[in-house]
């Protein structure tokens, strides 16, 4: 693997830490305007997914569903329009200002949505082999490549190309405009979120997933027709069916096997990638890592298929009303069950994830810790969250939330009325001694991912989740002695009603 520089190791510590060190600020951005919200590829054929999209886990238990629509279903209950909706401002002049915008099951950095998603097919009959994008605004799938690509995804995989694969890329300019360098960190978290839902939807809709964050990054980027100074491959996972998938013959007569058969697809946007140099050169360094060189690309780790934990509410419901309230928090009280429930994480106790690290489980290497403010049941302080026996360990008695509000970087957010702060935490460092460059994404994708199932077991118990990153970590580890760092902190609470109209998108 190649050596990480000074250079490089001084900037990502920067993001943790120190943001505002390595984000510059440029004037012209401006000039560039806002990028568009989704990626257009004009004159391709495409296919329209099913939208009589099941709104409960009973309706899907009580359907025997086509392979098809198990995708489609899948699919945009991952990442699709979860609803749109309409919301008014008070100005100075107590006129309104009215915004409008659409909302996907998974939370992201200033509602940008970096992330997206291309997905290849073999064997279902409603549909052509090939690669395809998903297109959110239809919902559809547009066909970008159609053929057999199998070899060509083992050799980048390192396994098994057959059956249905999704990758999972990040678009830097989405975030970036607002965000700049900083957004590289968030990135790695936006698509930790999405890899959590793809990893829960696909155990609803009847399949099982696989994780990889080992591959060959050219190879997809080229499969998929990506620039990498514009977008990049961050996560593959592996969909399979055993009842109901049939490969079939896509006639294809010379499968395609090689990078340079394969040409970059333009779509009908080209951002200003000379912006963000550092991202780029970050992505490229990964990708020209010798990865298959390390000796652990089929480690992956497999946890005994037992029976899912019964959960105490709809992942459905859940998925289409979480909410960020923001400063709508109300001060009110939780008790001890609501706050075992929330950090109950044993819906990922099968994650199947290729991490180099010997023994890797991510309950032992992202952590979860929390301040209790008001809840019943527990003395006021912040507590260590035993993930493998769900038991809360006090690390610190007493009253912090005056502490934990100063350290705020942006006071958008009262916390010392909000009865439960959370901190996800993992080692950086163990990640890139054992990953290089690549185990800083791995490690923000791993904190996306518990992130997110915590703000869904907020929203099954209709409480609100707001994750944030402007704090100052570095103080808020010294004062409760936290060993890791802490990646994401969320507020979590009862919230007073958002003022704003809503169309929930699933019964249109």
């Known amino acids: 693997m190649l050596k990480i520089s000074k250079e490089k190791l001084s900037f990502l510590k920067s993001l943790q830490y120190n943001p505002s060190s390595v984000t510059y600020v440029d004037e012209s951005i401006s000039k560039f305007g806002k990028p568009i919200n989704f990626k257009i590829y004009p004159n391709y054929n495409h296919i329209n997914l099913e939208t009589d999209f099941p709104i409960s886990q009973n309706e899907v238990e009580n359907n025997d569903y086509s392979v098809f629509q198990q995708l489609s279903y899948m699919l945009w209950y991952t990442y699709g329009l979860i609803n749109y909706n309409w919301l008014t401002n008070k100005s100075e002049l107590n006129t309104g200002e009215s915004i409008s915008f659409f909302r996907r099951s998974v939370a992201s950095g200033g509602g940008l949505y970096p992330g997206e998603l291309y997905v290849y097919i073999t064997g279902i009959s409603e549909m052509d082999s090939g690669i395809y994008y998903f297109d959110v605004t239809g919902p559809r799938l547009v066909c970008l490549r159609k053929g057999n690509f199998d070899q060509y995804i083992h050799e980048a995989l390192n396994e098994g190309g057959k059956g249905i694969y999704i990758f999972i890329t990040s678009f830097y300019w989405k975030n970036f405009f607002k965000y700049l360098n900083f957004s590289y960190r968030l990135q790695g978290l936006d698509i930790g979120a999405i890899v959590g839902q793809v990893y829960i939807m696909s155990k609803i809709f009847g399949f099982q997933s696989t994780t990889k964050y080992l591959f060959n990054d050219n190879a997809l980027n080229s499969l998929l027709g990506i620039d990498i100074s514009e977008e990049t491959t961050y996560a593959a996972v592996k969909l399979e069916i055993t009842n109901k998938l049939t490969y079939r013959d896509n006639k294809v007569v010379n499968p395609i096997t090689k990078r340079n058969q394969l040409d970059f697809l333009k779509h009908s946007y080209t951002p200003p990638n000379h912006l963000y140099p550092e991202i780029k050169e970050l992505n490229c360094l990964i990708a ?21 934990y019964p959960y105490p509410y709809d992942l459905l419901y859940a998925s289409r009303n979480r909410v960020s309230p923001g ?182």
């Open 327 to 508: 400063e709508n928090f109300l001060f009110d009280q939780l008790d001890c069950e609501q706050v075992r429930n929330i950090l109950d994480m044993s819906l990922q106790k099968n994650f199947r994830v290729d991490v180099p690290i010997k023994e890797y489980h991510s309950f032992r290497f992202v952590k979860l810790y929390f301040y209790a403010n008001n809840v019943k049941g527990l003395a006021k302080g912040y507590y260590f969250y035993d993930q493998l026996n769900q038991n809360f360990i006090l690390v610190k008695r007493g009253d912090f939330a005056f502490n934990i509000q100063r350290n705020l970087t942006r006071k958008n957010f009262n916390l010392t009325e909000l009865p439960l702060i959370i901190h996800v935490a993992s080692n950086i460092n163990y990640y890139l001694k054992n990953m290089n460059l690549r185990g800083y994404r791995a490690v923000q994708m791993e904190a996306g991912r518990i992130m997110h199932q915590i703000q869904l077991n907020a929203a099954g118990i209709n409480l609100g989740s707001h994750p944030m990153l402007s704090y100052q970590g570095e103080n808020l580890e010294r004062m409760f002695d936290v060993s890791e760092n802490i990646l994401i902190q969320l507020a979590i609470g009862k919230f007073k009603p958002l003022l704003r109209l809503t169309n929930d998108l699933s019964q249109i």
């Open 288 to 308: 020209n890592d010798s990865i298959f060189n390390t000796g652990f690309t089929n480690n992956l780790v497999y946890y005994r298929e037992d029976i899912d």
